[in-house]
């Protein structure tokens, strides 16, 4: 199965799915395994590092986490949704698309993203405190047509999953459905304040169901609405009704500080976001960016410690709260450290700037002047290519906060920009922000890593290693 065309590939696991979709209310576990057989076959001979028989337990122990889990899904998520997900995230992106972007790799000598981070618009309903977009209101855009261009030129490299960020991508709806429709073997995702989600638009995201949300939450009403404006922690809660309601994929994008960073990780505050229908929530570390930045919110070394732990014990499969946890900041050792530069992904801004990463406002190619070839080619990406990873302790993965001497350097040797439009940054008051936290984490980091049991990937994506 492994040599199956694209097309015969993706039309046997539609089989499949349509009849786990008929077969809901009973067999479903029987019909789940076979979803897990056909994906073990298909990626029979790539370096993948899965149990596939410790899944198929999983899968079938009622008692067990992830079988309650995907049971919620299979209850509780609208069919068209639930089968356009399994085949555009599972089988394109994740199968088709891993296959192909190793092969991508090789041919180019470059990274080959898994996934592209694009700002439709720099627009925005709200006046966030400490938000950019906030002041320098709609004056970018990236027309429907670069939007589409980029996705064209992704899927040529096996490029299957996309996401949205801005601004307020939701101003963009209309476009952003536009491209779920013309592009319908994708996944998108949208990161959102969930003020613009209404019935209507519940509506159309169930219809094209290649459409996830991940919407911002501070934590409680009071600190959500006072950085965020009053009233709209209720609106938050409303979207979420709304999406579940309508049996819609969604989840939580917080960014934890020294201030909120017990309370975002709480068993109650978890369980708030299962009861909501949340299925992910993806955790961001706050990164010092701005020339205004506060560093009084970079969280100390035990609280960082705290965080990575307790998001580990969130998210387990085996006894977990129900929740899939991310946290791009503490999970480098499960992907090999950074992940930006187009490693895994890279953020292309309003402006049609290619940035490494949406925290790195440096670039040296834009979308209307260099194809994502002559982007993942220009100099500043293949520094990133060359020296990944920044740190051979993963725990230690970003060349700002953790590294930012790496930084410095790349930026320099490559003449990047800045593309920070509202005030731009030199990279040394950036990176100078960062040297305490980094000097305060490392002892923590390096005795944390040398107590972990690391295993050794069958397949990392560097240029410094042979992955043949």
């Not at 960014?255 to 708030?272: M, R």
């Not at 949340?278 to 560093?295: D, I, W």
């Amino acid at each position: 199965m492994s040599n199956l065309g694209h097309t015969a590939a993706r039309a046997t696991a539609s089989k499949i799915i349509d009849v786990l979709v008929k077969n809901i209310d009973k067999d479903r576990e029987k019909e789940m395994i076979k979803l897990i057989d056909f994906m073990e076959k298909y990626m029979s001979g790539e370096k993948l590092d899965i149990d596939y028989d410790k899944v198929r337990e999983m899968t079938c122990n009622k008692d067990c986490a992830l079988n309650q889990y995907l049971n919620r899904l299979m209850d509780e998520l609208d069919p068209n949704v639930i089968k356009t997900t399994i085949l555009n995230f599972g089988f394109e992106a994740m199968l088709h698309g891993t296959k192909t972007i190793r092969k991508m790799r090789t041919v180019h000598n470059c990274n080959i993203p898994w996934l592209i981070l694009m700002d439709p618009t720099s627009a925005c309903n709200l006046h966030c405190t400490g938000c950019w977009a906030a002041e320098y209101g709609n004056k970018l855009n990236l027309s429907y047509e670069e939007l589409s261009n980029v996705v064209k030129q992704g899927k040529e490299l096996g490029v299957y999953f996309y996401m949205f960020t801005g601004g307020e991508p939701l101003v963009r709806k209309r476009d952003i459905i536009k491209l779920c429709e013309e592009h319908h073997e994708c996944q998108f995702l949208a990161f959102t304040n969930g003020t613009l989600v209404d019935e209507a638009f519940c509506k159309e995201m169930k219809r094209t169901g290649n459409l996830a949300l991940a919407i911002s939450l501070e934590g409680s009403p009071e600190v959500n609405d006072l950085r965020r404006g009053a009233g709209v922690y209720g609106k938050v809660m409303h979207a979420m009704e709304l999406l579940k309601k309508n049996g819609l994929i969604f989840g939580t994008s917080i960014c934890y500080t020294s201030k909120n960073c017990e309370s975002v990780t709480s068993k109650e505050f978890v369980k708030l976001m299962v009861d909501k229908g949340c299925r992910y929530a993806m955790y961001f570390h706050y990164m010092p960016v701005g020339n205004e930045a506060s560093l009084e919110l970079l969280p100390t070394p035990e609280q960082r410690m705290y965080i990575k732990d307790r998001i580990r014990e969130i998210r387990k499969l085996e006894n977990g709260e129900g929740l899939f946890t991310m946290d791009f900041q503490n999970d480098g050792e499960f992907v090999g450290g950074c992940i930006a530069g187009g490693r895994n992904y890279f953020h292309i801004n309003a402006n049609g700037d290619a940035e490494p990463c949406v925290f790195i406002h440096y670039s040296g190619a834009n979308i209307r002047t260099h194809s994502l070839l002559e982007i993942l080619k220009q100099p500043l990406f293949l520094a990133y290519y060359h020296n990944q990873p920044f740190n051979e302790n993963h725990l230690r993965p970003c060349p700002m906060l953790e590294n930012p001497e790496i930084l410095q350097r790349l930026v320099k040797e490559t003449g990047a920009k800045s593309t920070d439009l509202q005030s731009p940054e030199t990279v040394e008051h950036l990176c100078t922000k960062c040297e305490e936290y980094a000097r305060n984490w490392k002892p923590y980091a390096d005795k944390l890593w040398a107590n972990t049991k690391v295993t050794s990937k069958s397949y990392e994506n560097y240029a410094k290693r042979d992955n043949k």
